[in-house]
């Protein structure tokens, strides 16, 4: 019996290599001082009520932006990792397999489990307080999306200390994925993990173009809406394209292991190839779902700082729109080297071109926005300066490898590596910093540190072209993605010490960052005016911050296009605004479902990670309970009534 | 007042320019001196840019034509960040213009709306001349004949078989120079991606299909080469030298191998494509058809995986005279299945 558990226990825990035991015991130790602080502190309740059962989406979208910030240290733990095995050539510090899983793990953390959620998180609280709406169209389905989320990235990050990491890269090409070449249990958390909080993607795109659709101010046409509304309001168009795809191939990725179909193996009919034009068909609008609301927040932030209007919006909300269309339209130039023929890549590298010109306009757009300006460089302008030249250049490599013959020289090396980082940090990351930065004053009522902020923007600057430069030549120097030892003759290891170099410049920045997060909440000024940074522009500056729960007292007529600076300049020249009477308030109630019926969907992954039916079948009947006691739920709102709004207004604005 | 709507630039350059030259003076030759060090201290490591035959040498044209219609754009957009970030930056003393409402300009958003188009159109005619002219399964223009190589992506090595000569090798290859080779790759594993740098780019090796991909040496040398597309564990190891020789090397080698090598039997085969990486290895001989049975083996029926510029299910016997035939008879696929899509 004894023995049956340990052969058990060895198989089910990943063992054998310090790196990950040092893992599994810190977070063990992590987990048991979080109960400990919990019940010390007796925070269960608060942490239950105001937390885990909320609705509001700004709660939502701080949770949004915690998770996002532990994916990104383990992302980037991976990356660390990586750099030190390549900065010497036959090194050994990581095992092949190990490698392999690192990588993996690296691309699908930081695209689904750090991009996606960092974005959500901005979405949520953003959106609402700049159309003025108070809250989500959908708020128990925003909830939902959370959590599956959540759940999903911790079922997905579970394979690190049970049963093993996947290791067939970030999208899983078959036949390596199927289970004749990866028989281990780490390609079904990868399905499954992916999977669930992929379903919570999908619902965020709806929620969010219904809200942005149906929920704006009185007075607020759709070209007088905010250009990071219009970049959220693109990018969920595509997401409820893109998402279906993935779902769907996954699910059927799923069939093969589970039930042995044959949609992608090699023998029985299967076709790999219809995989890779599936996962793309997915994967590439995937990449401009997260650039554009990047594109949105530097609009947002290069008009504030500036002190001007946005320059050209009515060719920003064409070009983001054109986007994501012709997103749709390029996912085959991700593998021009699989001999479609000449038509079929011709087609493609074409259509992966005219991207190009849209997002062009949009970096003229930019400039002349600040041309003619008052520029005032704070820490969320210096990241939209910064992004600027970057995102050029990787745009302009971008070209490069879209030239389909040319990219038969270019495909899988370090070249690709070297400029899907760079528009990937130097657009998504940089532009997700600046919004980070720009919006932190009006998600917790203070801002961040300016001068840790400018120390933690040099470090990832530096460190960013210190590390992805030499990468662009390693490409050229025949060096390919996924090796993890190469041959001394090469000459490759001074550029590769060179980048690991910059990886752990960007490793340094980040823990400036956390200190800069940690001095502020320690040190920080409260701001008492909403408008915190003074240049506010748009809606959600004109309320307190932090906004309280409804957001608005009541609803102004923003019939401009950015009403809070014209506001401001009336009621500098006398002008006040009319009063509006106050009204009660409707208001969603909480529910603890979503977060059951997420914790239901994991147990029921997990159980078909491993195959163990006794587990999946209990956890999918707790997601049918949640439904149908959902479905009988009718007490899910509440109102807020006049004096109650007046008293917290008194509280909120009274320190003005 | 009035000037900002009629020409921004023109008095922006002036002003701008005085402003800026300091620092420009310093930066650029500087940047200059260290981009040529860096360059020089590596040029002929950069084998992408170093080709020694003509479909690596066209593809090293295409990216250097590429590269200089996108800095066309690319340069005066890094100039102008600079400029207006330092020209426009708020400091007491700037007295720069300040027009917080200027935020439409029909002249100039046609400007950058036109130039990108016009270099998109230039750019896209080029790329799509070359992808004809450079489609992998296009032979090469040669007086010789082209020599046929068969190569299997195993899991974690390569073999490379010889059905004219007979012979096959592991982790190695002989070619003739001045000849054209005409690859034919498919996989015993998940699929790879074949790439010889110097002679050229890559293309996928994947079961079930035999794609053609023709390459020249136009030298002697020793080139580098490896699998490019993850196939898992020891992908890594997959890596591989090209020993480009005279015709009459090259006829030495073969016989060398032919006399002092064994032979790869079915047996040999299936030991060989064991998950594991391998060393260098040289056979005598293959059994027949053994590329043919590799591919069929993952095509029931031979047709089910139609593909491109792949030669269909089936290879064509190793005939010299049937290679024209052959050709063409992939480019009608080709065109075949592009006008399906």
């Known amino acids: ?656 | 007042m009035t000037y900002d709507t009629e020409s921004p630039y023109h008095e922006l350059l002036d002003e701008e320019m005085k402003s800026v030259r300091p620092i420009k003076r310093y930066l650029v030759p500087l940047l200059f001196v260290l981009v040529v060090a860096l360059l020089s201290g590596c040029s002929d490591q950069i084998i992408v840019l170093d080709p020694k035959g003509p479909i690596g040498e066209s593809q090293k044209d295409l990216i250097y034509i590429a590269t200089i219609l996108c800095l066309i754009v690319v340069v005066p957009v890094i100039v102008l960040t600079g400029i207006f970030a330092w020209r426009y930056r708020d400091k007491p003393g700037n007295n720069a213009t300040y027009k917080p409402n200027w935020s439409h300009n029909t002249k100039l958003e046609t400007i950058w709306w036109g130039i990108p188009v016009l270099i998109i159109i230039a750019l896209g005619i080029v790329t799509v001349s070359y992808t004809y002219k450079l489609e992998p399964s296009k032979p090469l223009v040669s007086e010789k004949k082209p020599i046929t190589i068969q190569v299997t992506s195993l899991d974690w090595k390569w073999l490379f078989k010889y059905p004219e000569q007979g012979i096959a090798t592991v982790n190695y290859a002989y070619i003739p120079e001045d000849t054209p080779v005409r690859f034919q790759l498919t996989a015993d594993s998940p699929m790879n991606s074949f790439w010889i740098p110097q002679l050229g780019g890559q293309i996928y090796a994947m079961s079930g299909m035999a794609m053609t991909l023709f390459l020249q040496a136009d030298e002697p040398g020793e080139y580098y080469g490896s699998g490019a597309n993850f196939t898992g564990r020891d992908f890594a190891q997959m890596t591989f030298k090209v020993h480009a020789t005279s015709d009459a090397e090259f006829n030495d080698w073969v016989k060398e191998v032919k006399s002092s090598s064994p032979a790869l039997t079915e047996e040999g085969y299936a030991k060989l494509a064991e998950p594991g990486s391998a060393e260098k290895q040289a056979f005598s001989s293959f059994p027949a058809g053994l590329f043919e049975s590799i591919v069929t083996k993952y095509a029931p029926g031979g047709t089910h995986h139609q593909h491109g510029s792949a030669d269909m299910g089936m290879p064509q016997p190793p005939d010299p005279g049937k290679q024209q035939q052959t050709a063409s008879t992939a480019d009608n696929h080709m065109a075949h299945s592009s006008a399906g899509h």
Request: proline letters at 5%.
């Open chain 1, 1 to 656: 019996m004894l023995d049956n558990l340990k052969e058990f226990a060895s198989e089910f825990f990943v063992t054998g290599d310090p790196l990950i035991l040092g893992a599994q015991v810190s977070i063990a130790l992590t987990m048991i001082a979080i109960v400990i602080v919990l019940t010390y502190f007796k925070k269960w309740r608060w942490l239950w009520t105001e937390w885990l059962t909320t609705v509001d989406h700004k709660k939502i979208g701080i949770m949004y932006i915690i998770a996002s910030l532990l994916m990104l240290f383990r992302g980037g733990v991976d990356a660390l990792l990586m750099r030190t095995q390549l900065a010497m050539p036959e090194l050994n510090f990581l095992e092949a397999e190990h490698y392999n899983q690192i990588f993996t793990t690296h691309g699908v953390i930081m695209i689904l489990f750090m991009a996606m959620p960092l974005m959500f998180g901005l979405f949520n609280i953003i959106v609402p307080l700049q159309i003025g709406a108070r809250d989500v169209a959908y708020p128990f389905l925003n909830s939902m999306s959370f959590w599956l989320f959540f759940w999903g990235a911790m079922l997905f990050n579970m394979s690190f200390v049970i049963g093993g990491s996947p290791d067939a890269g970030w999208l899983a090409y078959p036949p390596l994925s199927e289970l004749s070449h990866s028989p281990g249990v780490g390609q079904n958390f990868y399905i499954w993990g992916i999977q669930i909080s992929g379903i919570g993607s999908l619902a965020t795109g709806i929620n969010f173009i219904v809200t942005i659709l149906k929920m704006r101010a009185p007075g607020m046409r759709l070209m007088k809406m905010p250009m990071f509304s219009w970049s959220v309001l693109s990018s969920c168009i595509s997401i409820i394209f893109a998402f279906p795809i993935l779902t769907v191939t996954l699910f059927l990725l799923f069939l093969d292991r589970f039930l042995g179909a044959h949609f992608f193996t090699l023998d029985g009919g299967g076709n790999p190839m219809m995989y890779i034009n599936l996962i793309w068909m997915w994967g590439h609008p995937e990449v401009y779902i997260v650039v554009l609301p990047a594109f949105g927040i530097f609009s947002e932030v290069v008009a504030a700082f500036s002190r001007k209007k946005l320059f050209g919006y009515a060719s920003m909300v064409f070009a983001m729109i054109a986007i994501s269309v012709a997103a749709f339209f390029t996912w085959a130039h991700h593998f021009f080297t699989m001999g479609s023929g000449a038509n079929v890549n011709a087609f493609f590298a074409v259509t992966t071109m005219i991207i190009a010109i849209p997002t062009g306009v949009k970096v003229f757009n930019w400039l002349f926005t600040m041309f003619r300006g008052k520029i005032q460089f704070t820490t969320p302008m210096m990241w939209a300066i910064a992004f600027i030249p970057c995102f050029v250049v990787g745009g302009m490599t971008g070209v490069l490898l879209s030239v389909a013959p040319a990219d038969f020289q270019f495909h899988n090396s370090y070249f690709l590596i070297a400029h899907f980082h760079q528009v990937l940090i130097g657009g998504v990351v940089f532009g997700y910093f600046a919004g980070l930065y720009y919006w932190w004053p009006k998600m917790f009522g203070f801002k961040l540190n300016e001068h840790l902020g400018k120390w933690a923007f040099w470090f990832w600057n530096i460190g960013f072209y210190v590390c992805f430069m030499p990468q662009y030549l390693l490409g050229l120097m025949g060096m390919t993605r996924r090796i993890n030892v190469y041959d001394f003759d090469m000459g490759w290891q001074p550029l590769n010490v060179v980048s690991t170099i910059g990886a752990f410049l960007m490793g340094i920045a980040f823990l400036f960052q956390v200190w800069q997060i940690a001095h502020s909440i320690k040190f920080h000024k409260k701001d008492t005016t909403g408008d915190s940074w003074g240049v506010g522009r748009t809606l959600e500056w004109s309320i307190p911050s932090p906004a309280p729960v409804y957001n608005f007292a009541t609803i102004p007529v923003a019939d401009e296009r950015d009403w809070w600076w014209e506001e401001k300049e009336r009621r500098e020249q006398g002008i006040q605004p009319k009063a509006i009477p106050l009204e009660p308030i409707h208001m969603p109630k909480n529910s603890a479902i979503p977060f059951i019926k997420s914790l239901c969907w994991f147990t029921a992954g997990f159980g078909f990670v491993f195959n163990w039916l006794w587990i999946a079948i209990p956890g999918l009947i707790g997601v049918a309970i949640c439904m149908l006691v959902r479905s009988f739920q009718y007490d899910t709102d509440y109102y807020i009534q006049v004096d109650e709004i007046k008293r917290t207004e008194a509280a909120l604005r009274g320190a003005n």
